[in-house]
């Protein structure tokens, strides 16, 4: 089993930054796949980034990309996103999501390849 831990979340203007952070108990990160996934009221879960153990480099949302950072602290047990530049359609729930199983890099897309997740931690982006 793994437990995912989700924060940093909070109200941020347009443009502004935010760090979050998902803590992983139960496995160590190193031997785990990592992915976030954002979720607004009355749609689908969608999918932000993924850190996959066998790959160097994490994958993300057209969306997001060149303003979302993914990363991974093995001795801390963690992973971060940073997100600078955030838009109001970046406005969501944001879920941290494990497997330990080792996907494909066309899994990762899809929320129901992922078999743990965090609580959520709410970001909104609001003038």
């Known amino acids: 089993q793994v437990q995912l831990v989700e924060s940093g979340g909070g109200l941020v203007q347009p443009g502004g930054s935010l760090k979050l952070s998902c803590v992983a108990s139960?496995?160590?990160?190193?031997?785990?796949?990592i992915g976030w996934f954002r979720q607004a009221p009355g749609k689908e879960r969608e999918f932000v980034t993924a850190?996959?153990?066998?790959?160097?480099?994490?994958n993300y949302a057209d969306s997001v990309k060149g303003r979302f950072t993914l990363s991974r602290d093995n001795a801390k047990n963690a992973a971060y996103l940073q997100m600078n530049n955030l838009k109001p359609e970046d406005t969501a729930v944001y879920y941290c999501?494990?497997?330990?199983?080792?996907?494909?890099?066309?899994?990762?897309?899809?929320?129901?390849?992922?078999?743990?997740w965090g609580q959520g931690t709410q970001v909104t982006v609001s003038s």
């Open positions: 139960g496995r160590t990160l190193r031997n785990i796949d």
């Open positions: 850190s996959r153990r066998s790959s160097g480099t994490p």
């Open positions: 999501a494990a497997t330990t199983r080792g996907l494909i890099l066309s899994s990762t897309w899809r929320a129901d390849q992922w078999t743990y």
